[in-house]
C-alpha cells in the first residue's frame, strides 16, 4: 500500500485512495475473521466427537439399564408384564423430558405461554 502524496492529489484522487483502503480493511477483516472461524471449528471438532462419545455411551448404559430392569421384573410378574411396566414408565420419562426440552426452545425462542 502506498501512502497517498497530499500535496499532488486531488479531492477526487483521496477519495479513491480512501475507498482502496477501505476494500483492503474490509478484505482484510473478512479474511481475520475466516481464520478465526475455522480455529473455533477445529476446536470445536474435538469436543463434538466426545460429546458423541458420550451419548452413545449413556444410551448404551440406559438400555442395559431397561433390559435389567426387565429381566428382575421377569421373575416377580412375567416377562410380558415386565416389559409393559418398563416400557410404559420409559415412555412417560422421555415425554416428561421431550416436554421440558420443548418448554426450553420456546422459551429461547420467545413464545413463552
Known amino acids: 500500500m502506498d501512502a497517498p502524496q497530499t500535496e499532488d ?10 475507498t482502496e ?3 483492503d480493511y474490509a478484505r482484510a477483516e473478512l479474511e481475520y475473521y475466516k481464520a478465526l472461524a475455522r480455529v473455533k471449528v477445529a476446536e ?8 458423541m462419545l ?4 449413556a444410551l448404551a448404559a440406559a438400555i442395559g439399564l ?3 430392569a ?15 411396566i418398563v416400557v410404559g414408565i ?7 423430558l421431550g416436554w421440558a426440552a420443548a418448554r426450553g426452545v420456546q422459551r429461547v425462542m ?4
Open 9 to 18: 492529489a486531488g479531492i477526487g484522487a483521496l477519495i479513491g485512495q480512501l
Open 21 to 23: 483502503d477501505a476494500k
Open 44 to 51: 470445536l471438532k474435538g469436543a463434538a466427537i466426545a460429546a
Open 54 to 57: 458420550a451419548l452413545a455411551l
Open 66 to 68: 431397561i433390559v435389567g
Open 70 to 84: 426387565i429381566l428382575t421384573l421377569a421373575t416377580l410378574i412375567g416377562p410380558g408384564w415386565a416389559t409393559l
Open 90 to 96: 420409559s415412555l412417560v420419562f422421555a415425554a416428561l
Open 110 to 113: 420467545g413464545a413463552t405461554k
